[in-house]
């Protein structure tokens, strides 16, 4: 087996890993709400949100093709297989030690600013695409903007709606809705983020010059698909602690607000190509809803530790992939 064959089955092999954290790290996403309004058990949510992650997961390629070509061009690195292994180190660091803290991290931020970072460790500050990064890291800014918009806006309208009926009523009802909007979180999640290590899979197979196009092979799809939903089914506690009760104490009505306002940001993104933050999105929308429902009762102090990481996150993922780069550039051509 020579040098090259090694190297694309240590990326799959850490695409996957990723993956799967990627899917424990962002099942509270799907389920924190449904499961802290207990809409849902916490059994049922995870089985839920497995299969509707696995679903959506099959169904686009578009946010792959985004990854894989967009940030840095796979047909000119020099080094492009060390570049996606420095990515992958970073990203699976940075995403152990976020789930370790029980701080909801965008795995997308991780994912992007690693490769970034790995890119102008190998080829300067000419690695990267400015304009394909540049365009992806505003979707990743203004997403957030747009769920906690869409967020208040749904909460603002259903408050008034239901002002005459009663809490007990209201609960009742939208505890059921909840068990749908929670299943279209995790569909439209499977949608976006098992779509970047499909990507990074993708990528690698074109540095390595066994591919001729950026096209996501089926079973990059098949394995990325079910590596998430198993990631999925591990589920992650630390963060649906923090997601479901630590921001402010979520109602049957506010989660159902905040996940079909996510959920419809996070599609709307997948439709056009674009990977966005499923942490952010939800997050966003659990501080519009909050905010609508009353300004008063969102712990703010705890959202801005959340926000804080979403900042550092690029610049600290970089940092990290340049360090793996630098290292992994002793041993590898």
Excluded: C
Aim: glycine share 10%; aromatic share 10%.
């Amino acid at each position: 087996m020579d040098l090259t064959t090694v190297l694309v089955v240590v990326i799959v092999v850490l695409a996957l890993g990723f993956d799967f954290i990627n899917g424990f790290h962002d099942t509270a996403n799907a389920i924190a709400t449904s499961v802290s309004t207990r809409a849902l058990t916490p059994r049922r949510a995870i089985i839920l949100a497995s299969v509707m992650n696995l679903i959506g997961a099959l169904m686009f390629t578009g946010v792959a093709k985004t990854i894989g070509g967009k940030v840095a061009d796979p047909f000119k690195l020099e080094h492009g297989l060390t570049v996606v292994i420095a990515t992958l180190i970073s990203a699976i660091v940075w995403n152990l030690i976020t789930w370790w803290r029980g701080i909801p991290s965008s795995s997308s931020h991780a994912l992007i600013g690693s490769l970034a970072g790995a890119a102008i460790a190998s080829q300067g500050w000419s690695g990267i695409n400015y304009g394909g990064f540049s365009s992806i890291v505003m979707g990743l800014v203004f997403s957030p903007i747009i769920a906690f918009a869409l967020g208040f806006f749904i909460m603002f309208v259903l408050k008034h709606v239901f002002a005459r009926t009663s809490p007990h009523q209201v609960n009742q009802g939208f505890r059921g809705g909840q068990v749908l909007t929670a299943a279209f979180q995790a569909f439209t999640h499977g949608t976006n983020d098992a779509q970047k290590a499909m990507g990074v899979i993708t990528m690698a197979l074109v540095a390595a010059g066994w591919q001729s196009e950026l096209e996501v092979p089926l079973w990059v799809k098949i394995a990325a698909a079910l590596a998430m939903a198993f990631g999925t089914s591990v589920g992650g506690w630390k963060i649906i602690k923090t997601m479901g009760t630590k921001i402010y104490k979520i109602e049957p009505i506010n989660g159902f607000s905040a996940d079909l306002s996510s959920a419809t940001v996070i599609l709307s993104a997948t439709i056009t190509h674009f990977p966005v933050s499923t942490t952010h999105a939800i997050t966003s929308s659990i501080l519009g809803v909050g905010a609508a429902k009353r300004f008063s009762s969102v712990r703010w102090q705890m959202a801005g530790r959340i926000i804080m990481t979403w900042i550092i996150t690029i610049p600290i993922t970089a940092a990290i992939a340049a360090i793996a780069y630098a290292i992994l550039s002793l041993f590898l051509p």
